[in-house]
């Protein structure tokens, strides 16, 4: 195990931390983060053709949340299957300002903006505009291979443009992320300390091989114990109320989308039952 630094040292020249960033967003405890799953957008081939539909959802679903007693929600275009590998196109990028701006105006919670598949620049423009918190990168550092083909990690170009737009948010990284592949030799705890140290991610989520899969404690404890002290690791899926108490010690942050809807299925609606039972269940941890 690599020796732990004092948590000060990894940001020399800044005056306000990466640890104090994420306690002045979040306060004490681990926050919990519900997915919003937007129905398909305008351009993309399951879109219903209307905006106004897919914007009441999105509202509906994070006032749900917030009233439930989630700490932030995080809006992701879910619906707009096939993915583009980076870029999205310009109306992808209008209509999730659009709509992250209404859920801004509607909550008092933190909002964040996931870009599928990996657009950082995007998300940090739309946060920028609609008045987001935080923003989720799936592959922020090094390289994974996934049904988008090889995606490479930009986080020279995210971090630079968050500094020149002067953006007061957060950027969650995804450590080797989900529906992906890493290169032969990668290994997770030091893809882990590359993202964290080198680039320079506010936090790291680590998920199941898939969408809804659960993360084991034993992972996650490899990770926190070779980094510096401070710094935060979330889990980015397949929480349940069976598990959420274990998660929520081990985790400095829990997001949660599947085990909230319908079926369990990502993308259905949300389960107004299943959100009570695994708020009882983390109320009870």
């Known amino acids: 195990m690599s020796p732990r630094l004092s948590g000060k040292a990894e940001d020399p020249g800044v005056g306000f931390s990466r640890t104090e960033r994420h306690e002045a967003l979040w306060g004490p405890g681990t926050p919990l983060v519900g997915m919003i799953h937007l129905l398909p957008l305008p351009g993309a081939p399951g879109f219903g053709g209307s905006m106004e539909e897919v914007t009441s959802r999105a ?25 583009f590998p980076t870029k999205v196109p310009p109306e992808t990028v209008a209509a999730l300002a659009v709509i992250v701006r209404e859920v801004v105006k509607e909550t008092t919670v933190p909002v964040g903006v996931n870009v599928l598949r990996n657009d950082s ?3 940090l423009g739309v946060a920028t505009a609609a008045g987001a918190r935080f923003i989720r990168v799936n592959v922020h550092t090094g390289s994974m291979f996934t049904d988008q083909g090889l995606l490479h990690g930009m986080a020279h170009e995210t971090m630079r443009s968050k500094a020149y737009l002067n953006a007061d948010l957060s950027v969650l990284a995804d450590v080797l992320v989900k529906h992906a592949t890493a290169p032969a030799g990668v290994e997770l705890t030091s893809a ?6 080198r680039g320079k991610a506010d936090g790291l989520i680590l998920s199941g091989r898939e969408t809804g899969d659960p993360v084991e404690p034993e992972p996650l404890r490899s990770i926190k114990g070779n980094l510096p002290a401070g710094a935060k690791v979330w889990v980015g899926s397949g929480g349940n109320p069976d598990n959420v108490g274990t ?3 081990e985790a400095d942050g829990l997001i949660v989308g599947s085990s909230l809807r319908v079926g369990g299925v990502a993308g259905a609606p949300l389960d107004l039952a299943r959100i009570g039972a695994f708020m009882d269940a983390a109320a009870r941890s």
């Open 121 to 123: 620049l995007a998300a």
């Open 192 to 197: 882990a300390r590359d993202s964290w140290l």
């Open 59 to 83: 509202v509906e679903e994070a006032t749900s949340l917030a009233g439930a007693g989630f700490d932030g929600v995080l809006v992701e275009n879910y619906g707009d299957t096939p993915f």
């Open 247 to 249: 998660l929520l010690r």
